[in-house]
């Protein structure tokens, strides 16, 4: 019974994030910043002239849904691990020492995945290969912060999570951000934690 009450406390803060979104893009769309026909061919007569208003009122609208909803995953995220686990937050630092080597195997694993001389030669991602390489370096210890999208905590177990979101189709330098933020976490020692 107790983990149908925790779904349900999930369910119902997750429905009154995206709730609380929608009703903001609402309010942009039809009363702050509505979708005025005139305003519109006043300020862009040629494509007036050429694509009938309707199709420029979804895309103002899709322009007012699609910014905003970008941080709801994050706050999403936030509320699942609040209601789920019993600790979550967005931009939280976590502070440890890597060692020099594993920091520069790190920017190398990186940049063989990005730079190839070829497509011939492209190196296919290997996670358990690249963290390994990664782990046998050695080297003074440097101190290192990663920023991570969310961190979450188990309030009974202790277990400790950090995610990066994106989105469905990144770029690629943001993909190699938060891949090097991963392998960075994985490389410290001690990882200690500071918000």
């Known amino acids: 019974m107790n983990n149908q009450n925790n779904d349900q406390k999930i369910k119902i803060a997750i429905q009154s994030v995206i709730r609380e979104m929608m009703d903001k893009v ?3 769309v039809l009363i702050q910043d509505p979708f005025l026909s005139d305003k519109h061919r006043a300020n862009k007569p ?3 002239a050429l694509v009938p208003d309707e199709i420029f009122k979804g895309s103002h609208f899709e322009r007012r849904f699609v ?3 970008g941080k709801v995953w994050e706050k999403l995220a936030v509320v699942a691990a609040q209601e789920g686990l019993g600790y979550g937050t967005m931009g939280y ?3 440890g020492c890597v060692n020099s080597e594993r920091l520069r195997r790190i920017t190398e694993v990186l940049n063989n995945l990005e730079y190839a ?3 011939q030669s492209k190196i ?3 996670w358990q290969d690249e963290l390994s390489y990664i782990l046998e370096g050695k080297g003074d210890n440097i101190p290192v912060k990663v920023v991570c999208d969310i961190y979450a905590e188990n309030s009974v177990t202790g277990e400790k999570y950090a995610f990066e979101l994106k989105g469905p189709l990144p770029n690629s330098d943001q993909t190699k951000v938060s891949k090097e933020k991963i392998l960075k976490l994985y490389a410290m020692t001690p990882r200690t934690s500071k918000s």
Do not use: E, G, H, R
């Open 117 to 119: 001389k070829d497509s």
């Open 124 to 126: 296919i991602p290997n």
């Open 46 to 48: 040629l494509y007036a």
């Open 93 to 95: 630092s976590i502070q």
């Open 67 to 69: 910014t905003p909803f």
């Open 26 to 28: 609402m309010n942009k």
